[in-house]
């Protein structure tokens, strides 16, 4: 018999091989440009969308919480909702009770700051600059500095006795290391070189800081003063909790005492309020001082 003369028919891996070289050998899609004028308005598009959330995502949080609390699933002896905490502060708003709280604390913040914050700028410039002080006090720094500055409440009472002096310290106590620390190493990341010229030109240690030091760790200050603000609410109503008998922290701790939660949640938010305002303030003060940044 004579051998068929057909060819064979291909093999499936053959024929797979066959249509990946096409696949490979077919022109692939343009990919999608965008001009210059299309990605700016898509980033703009962005940016409101993020600012909307960014004010909405709060409010959602609100109504979820009342949402919860009406229902039942959340306890209204601990979680009550926001519609009665509005009520309870519209009720302190109008006999004066949050308004005389905030101010108390707000004294005592603002002089346990400022003079934290000064004795801390001027240590930190001074061990920044000159080496020698720099070996002999930055270890006792170091040393003191994660100790719980709580734990030094109770000496301060001892030494100086109960009222407004203990707060007032410990707060200063609290800011003075982190503005410390922080400008120690602004002044540290200056160019060498810079701090040379003025050395060769016979500046005086006060110009050096006026003319060099200051401007240069303008930055490392303000993060100081920022991360500082934070820690002094916490010291603050922490202290307050025990040494004081007005104040955001002495209304938390009498509406513990009492079961009245409702109060407690308003001098939470008041807080709250009362911290992001004060953060606003020093980046706006930073702007002033540093135009050269916002640009």
Excluded at 34 to 59: C, D, F, M, N
Excluded at 87 to 103: I, N, P
Excluded at 125 to 145: D, H, K, N
Excluded at 184 to 207: E, H, K, T, W, Y
Aim: contains cysteine; hydrophobic residues 55%.
């Amino acid at each position: 018999m004579k051998e068929s003369l057909r060819p064979p028919h291909p093999s499936a891996t053959e024929a797979s091989a066959a249509s990946a070289a096409s696949a490979a050998m077919a022109p692939a899609p343009a990919a999608t440009v965008l001009s210059r004028g299309q990605r700016k308005q898509h980033g703009e598009t962005t940016r409101r969308w993020q600012r909307v959330l960014r004010y909405a995502s709060p409010i959602l949080l609100l109504l979820l919480w009342e949402l919860l609390s009406q229902v039942g699933v959340l306890d209204r002896r601990f979680f009550p909702p926001p519609s009665e905490v509005l009520g309870t502060a519209r009720v302190m708003v109008q006999d004066g009770s949050l308004a005389a709280a905030v101010l108390a604390s707000l004294r005592r913040l603002a002089i346990g700051y400022v003079s934290g914050a000064a004795l801390g700028i001027a240590v930190g410039l001074w061990l920044g600059l000159s080496s020698w002080s720099r070996a002999l006090i930055e270890p006792w720094l170091i040393v003191t500095y994660p100790v719980p500055k709580l734990a030094v409440y109770p000496l301060l009472v001892l030494v100086v006795g109960l009222g407004e002096p203990p707060i007032v310290i410990l707060l200063a106590i609290a800011i003075f290391y982190v503005v410390a620390i922080n400008l120690i190493a602004g002044v540290m990341s200056i160019r060498p070189v810079i701090l040379d010229v003025g050395r060769d030109c016979n500046a005086s240690f006060l110009q050096l800081v006026r003319t060099i030091a200051l401007p240069a760790s303008m930055p490392h200050i303000f993060t100081g003063l920022e991360i500082s603000m934070g820690i002094a609410y916490i010291v603050l109503v922490a202290a307050e909790f025990v040494g004081a008998k007005s104040g955001l922290g002495s209304v938390i701790w009498s509406s513990w005492q009492l079961f009245d939660v409702a109060p407690m949640y308003v001098a939470i938010v008041t807080i709250s309020i009362l911290g992001y305002a004060s953060v606003l303030l020093l980046r706006l003060a930073a702007d002033r001082m540093m135009p050269w940044r916002s640009k």
